[in-house]
């Protein structure tokens, strides 16, 4: 995990990056290339890697898979990935995979000849499927979704084929895997895979989702290296959205006593959520980007949010495309309206690197109220301090001073 550690990341999700059809007839079109382009934007951004959403074959969304050692034809083949995984590699840019190792989508190959042969087929153990009546069996899906089939993780063979499909696409030059709904997975089969793959692959690094529940423990049980933070994610924008800033002060010491254990992957956005300039507006969403950017953990930039991207995550059919947009072609034909954020995204991503301890930092507060917070950041050990002030009384501001009392941000929306 130590190749991790002072990363900033930034989040895509390809299919909607690239502009590829997802709800209706797929075409086949090397699209990764309309990401490459992007490359050298995320670098003057400030990030060090790429977290990318799915990029196996699948029916839809990516998250409904149907051949995860093959690159989705919407996106291109293994050409057009080696080609990206180079030039990622040519500006030290890491490149973090979607792994969704938890289900697979209902058009699945494999599910097909598990329900054809039966219980006693090749493939019947490999998904979780009620044959208690051969002849109507059951599938277990993903939260209710039917075209999402729960993969049998009491089975040694799904074991071996996400072993299999890890160490593949990190013997290509990968850097890491996104566990996909890590929660809904058993701890004990993440436990055994991942010392599996790390056998092969010691300085890959593993980033769970989890929801919900007790991060330090499901960090401990399974061996994932970096927890999703969704905790710190909520008090970022509702404390803004509903002037309470308790909110946010009671989540950021459960946050330091988290992080004091394993480092979380800190977001203020990401593909399943409504965009922070939406939640919060545009000027809180500054302000939540001024803690994500001096707290403990490792945080990540959802594309489009350094731009003031805005979107309502709605649950419905087609209710993420509005936080999975297409990009221009290249940055040359960004809109001019997004200029700021962005510089304010460099500024704040420069303040991080200069100091980075904050990596492994303790918050405590020094003033609180419902519309005026303020804590101070400080190494586990050593020198060193950054004093935050955040202001919603009257339009938002933010103030960070170092230990001598030098400003090093501020900012009056």
């Not at 977290?51 to 995860?68: C, K, M, N, R, W």
């Not at 089975?155 to 709904?181: C, F, H, K, N």
């Not at 002060?249 to 800190?266: K, N, V």
């Amino acid at each position: 995990m130590v190749s991790f550690e002072n990363d900033i990341l930034w989040h895509v999700y390809p299919l909607g990056f690239t502009g590829a059809p997802v709800h209706t007839a797929h075409d086949a079109r090397p699209r990764l290339g309309h990401l490459e382009a992007w490359l050298d934007y995320a670098v003057e951004l400030g990030v060090s890697g790429l977290v990318l959403g799915p990029v196996f074959a699948s029916e839809t969304h990516g998250y409904d898979s149907i051949d995860q050692y093959r690159i989705d034809p919407r996106l291109g083949d293994d050409a057009n990935f080696d080609t990206f995984v180079s030039a990622c590699k040519e500006r030290g840019l890491r490149l973090v995979l979607d792994g969704v190792f938890n289900h697979v989508g209902a058009g699945h190959p494999w599910l097909g000849r598990a329900l054809s042969e039966g219980p006693a087929g090749e493939y019947a153990d490999f998904f979780r499927i009620d044959w208690s009546d051969p002849s109507k069996p059951l599938l277990g899906d993903f939260e209710g979704h039917a075209s999402l089939v729960a993969l049998n993780h009491d089975s040694p063979a799904v074991a071996e084929y996400v072993i299999d499909v890890m160490t593949r696409w990190l013997a290509r030059g990968v850097d890491g895997w996104r566990l996909d709904a890590a929660y809904a997975v058993p701890s004990r089969f993440w436990a055994e895979v991942l010392p599996a793959v790390r056998a092969v692959h010691p300085e890959a690094w593993f980033l769970g989702e989890v929801i919900h529940g007790d991060y330090a423990t499901i960090a401990a049980d399974t061996g994932i290296d970096s927890i999703t933070q969704y905790e710190l994610w909520k008090a970022l924008w509702s404390s803004l959205a509903d002037r309470n800033y308790f909110e946010l002060d009671w989540t950021l010491a459960r946050h330091s006593e988290f992080a004091s254990t394993q480092l979380p992957a800190t977001f203020v956005g990401n593909h399943d959520v409504t965009r922070i300039a939406t939640s919060a507006g545009p000027h809180g969403g500054v302000l939540a980007l001024v803690v994500l950017m001096t707290v403990a953990g490792i945080p990540s930039i959802y594309y489009g949010d350094e731009q003031a991207f805005t979107g309502t995550k709605e649950d419905r059919a087609g209710g993420d495309d509005a936080v999975r947009p297409a990009m221009p072609q290249s940055p040359a034909d960004l809109a001019p309206w997004g200029a700021e954020m962005l510089r304010t995204h460099q500024q704040l991503i420069g303040l991080r690197r200069r100091n980075p301890w904050l990596v492994r930092s303790t918050t405590t507060t020094t003033h609180l109220s419902n519309t005026r917070y303020a804590y101070t950041a400080r190494p586990a050990t050593g020198p060193g301090a950054l004093h935050v002030e955040l202001d919603i009384t009257d339009g938002h501001h933010a103030l960070v001073r170092d230990d001598a009392g030098t400003v090093v941000f501020s900012y009056d929306g």
